[in-house]
């Protein structure tokens, strides 16, 4: 079955760096696309990134120029890389594939706070 397992959040403070990791199985993850989302305090469940079988990614605007997705697809694996932390980055960030119909981790909680 398709598993999806964060890791890599935590309590940061404003302007730090993090990188988020997901393990992914139970599917063809090299022809898969993958995306991150996050969803903050009393808000929706927003898209932040995708990364394509091919490489090609895309971002939310409100993430353009600080977070960077990337996969490696020999583990298995999709990355996700924020730098100069916000306190607005404070969400739970979830990994997320289509297969049929869309699979979730269990998130990794992202705290930025000095």
Known sequence: QVQLV????????????????????????????MRWYRQAPGKEREWVATIRPGGTRTYADSVKGRFTISRDNAKNAVFLE??????????????????????????TQVTVSS
């Open 6 to 33: 964060e890791s890599g959040g935590g309590l940061v403070q404003p302007g730090g760096t993090l990188r988020l990791s997901c393990a992914a199985s139970g599917f063809t993850f090299s022809t898969s696309a």
């Open 82 to 107: 924020i730098n100069s932390l916000k306190p607005e980055d404070t969400a739970v960030y979830y990994c997320n594939v289509v297969v049929s119909t869309p699979y979730w981790g269990q998130g």
